[in-house]
């Protein structure tokens, strides 16, 4: 790039001081008195006089032409200023940055081909075939740039300073003015491109329940985080099977996510939301399953695997004994609790077919179907 001067004081400028400064300087010879000559008889020439006359003329022209360049130069700053001052308030448009460069219509090569060899040899294809070809598309359509939105700019920039275009400004106050106009230009964007990075940045917040956001830098909002909402508790009251009373304060929003639940598990409701995110080494475990389903239950009140056992015992005992006395053994239905944590089904209408191992709530409980009998489930 060529180099810019951004002096007021410029090369134009000096140059017309330096000339009236010769012409003022041959004004002042030409007016100061002809030197005498020193040597004894010698005279003064009347050319010497001439001469005088012919300086002061130069001179004067000379000073007249410096007048005049100093006007015309004025007069191309004042022009140039009012250029300046009209230019500020102007902008173009730009057009904006290509997206997706366009296409121009091309020949597809295999079409042509087909269409002139039907044309050629008619005789090597069907009239279908030859009439196929007539409707190939020989060539592609044009497809037109797509570019971002257009943006304005101002009319004034950096170019105004290059020397080497022609419409560069030459004096040196309105390159004054115009470095000025650019560097607070320059300034403008830096603040715009820094207030849009801090809008990039900033997390805007909420009430308790709401996202935390940013604002992209494609205007969209990105999720910083979700903050909790403030638990809303509801009393729930439900009987056990133990008929006991139990009172509780279970959080709104884990009962909405529950839906419905059962009036014996009412009241553990965040054990059941826990047992839901159960790992899975635990989930794939029948095992471990029982003992959290066992839990849950004990939690509600329900029967578990050692009460059913307890009972069990104690019967076979008094069954043992009565026999010994030759008493008919006592006979009763026990069910044992269901485990909440086993999935399971009711048995289908009777005659249907049943699934190979899948669990169903018979009488006695929950139980396995082996493809030939009912496995209980301990």
Do not use: C
Not at 277 to 298: H, M, T, W
Request: charged fraction near 25%; hydrophobic fraction near 35%; aromatic fraction near 6%.
């Amino acid at each position: 790039m060529a180099d810019i001067n951004l002096s007021p004081y410029t090369a134009e400028q000096q140059a017309m001081d330096r000339r009236r400064k010769m012409a003022e300087a041959l004004q002042q010879q030409a007016i100061a008195p002809i030197e005498m000559p020193t040597v004894p008889g010698a005279k003064v020439s009347p050319y010497q006089g001439f001469a005088k006359l012919l300086q002061g003329y130069i001179a004067g022209k000379n000073l007249e032409r410096a007048d005049q360049e100093q006007k015309d130069y004025e007069n191309k700053a004042s022009g140039e200023t009012a250029d300046f001052l009209s230019k500020m308030s102007q902008y173009e448009t730009v057009p904006g940055d290509i997206i997706t460069p366009g296409q121009e219509s091309a020949f597809i090569p295999e079409n042509v081909t087909r269409y002139n060899e039907t044309k050629t040899q008619p005789e090597s294809f069907t009239p279908e075939e030859r009439n196929a070809a007539i409707d190939l598309p020989l060539k592609t359509e044009a497809v037109p740039e797509v570019r971002g939105p257009s943006r304005q700019v101002p009319v004034l920039d950096a170019s105004f300073l290059d020397p080497t275009k022609p419409y560069a400004y030459k004096t040196g106050q309105v390159k004054q003015m115009l470095m000025q106009v650019l560097m607070q230009q320059e300034a403008q964007k830096q603040a715009a491109a820094q207030r849009a990075l801090e809008a990039q940045q900033a997390i805007h917040v909420g009430k308790p329940g709401e996202t935390f956001f940013r604002i992209g830098a494609d205007g969209k909002p990105i999720t910083v985080a979700n903050t909790p909402a403030i638990p809303s508790f509801e009393k729930v009251e439900t009987i056990n099977a133990k008929g006991q009373k139990i009172v509780k304060y279970v959080d709104k929003a884990k009962l909405g996510e529950l839906g419905d639940v059962l009036a014996p598990y009412t009241g553990m409701i965040d054990h059941l939301m826990q047992a839901q995110n159960l790992p899975e080494v635990i989930k794939n475990n029948p095992d471990a399953l029982r003992l959290v389903g066992s839990f849950l239950g004990k939690e509600s009140g329900d029967v578990t695997s050692a009460d059913f056992a307890k009972v069990m015992i104690g019967l076979n005992e008094t069954n043992a004994r009565l026999k010994y006395e030759g008493i008919p053994p006592v006979t009763t239905d026990i069910v044992k609790g269901k485990n909440i944590m086993i999935p399971s089904v009711d048995l289908p209408p009777q005659g249907s077919p049943l699934e190979n191992g899948k669990v169903y709530n018979t009488p006695k409980g929950q139980a396995r179907w082996n493809g030939t009998k009912f496995v209980t489930i301990d």
